[in-house]
């Protein structure tokens, strides 16, 4: 499936990194900007608080091996273009990424947290912390890899890659100087009339 990580040409080196390497950065779970994230509950009905203590070591012991990327199945959500992309100055990179890939994980919008009881947790029901969110966040429309590595491998190469509508066009040939002459540049504009985005390819 197609998904989009937004990133800001303030750093060309991230943005090279994925092209041409064909991999994504998986930071550490706790420096995503949501502070809620991984959150959970336990309970353990009228059991002592040692044991509720123990389990939540536990817990927090496997969370701390897991690493994330984020990514949106939405390539014109201006919010997104807004907050991860510069407001508008960077791009979209377009990844294709098996629906059924184990490391892939699509995010559920709720107000509820998981919870954990007396049963043994699994590494799978801990991974699982990390595909919930709440109901704010719902319009990144967003997609995970969630892994144990630093980097996640692309199963396939990067074939295009979205600028964003405020990419000068110095920028854009600077771009286009240094990415591969495979990759496609499809460059975006406002539409002011209908208030979203349009995409064409680059000429």
Same mark, same amino acid.
């Given at each position: 499936m197609k998904l989009y990580k937004y990133k800001s040409l303030r750093n060309l080196w991230h943005v090279l990194d994925i092209i041409v390497n064909s991999r994504l950065y998986c930071a550490h779970w706790s420096e995503l900007n949501d502070p809620l994230e991984g959150r959970y509950e336990v309970y353990l009905g009228?059991?002592?608080? =040692?044991?509720?203590?123990?389990?939540?070591?536990?817990?927090?012991l496997k969370k701390d091996s897991y690493r994330v990327a984020s990514l949106s199945a939405s390539a014109d959500a201006f919010l997104l273009w807004?907050?991860?992309?510069?407001g508008h100055k960077g791009v979209a990179i377009e990844v294709n990424i098996p629906e059924d890939d184990p490391d892939l994980l699509a995010v559920t919008y709720s107000p509820f947290s998981s919870v954990f009881t007396k049963k043994l947790?699994?590494?799978?029901?801990? =991974?699982h912390l990390f595909n919930g969110k709440s109901?704010?966040?719902?319009?990144?429309r967003e997609y995970r890899v969630v892994a144990s590595s630093e980097y996640f491998q692309l199963p396939v190469p990067v074939a295009r890659v979205l600028i964003g509508p405020m990419v000068d066009e110095d920028q854009l040939r600077i771009l286009r100087s240094v990415i591969p002459s495979s990759v496609e540049l499809a460059k975006t504009?406002?539409?002011?009339?209908q208030g979203v985005l349009r995409f064409a390819s680059e000429t």
């Open positions: 009228n059991k002592e608080a =040692r044991l509720k203590e123990l389990l939540v070591g536990q817990i927090e807004s907050h991860y992309a510069d947790q699994t590494e799978e029901d801990v =991974r109901e704010e966040w719902a319009y990144e504009h406002l539409d002011t009339v």
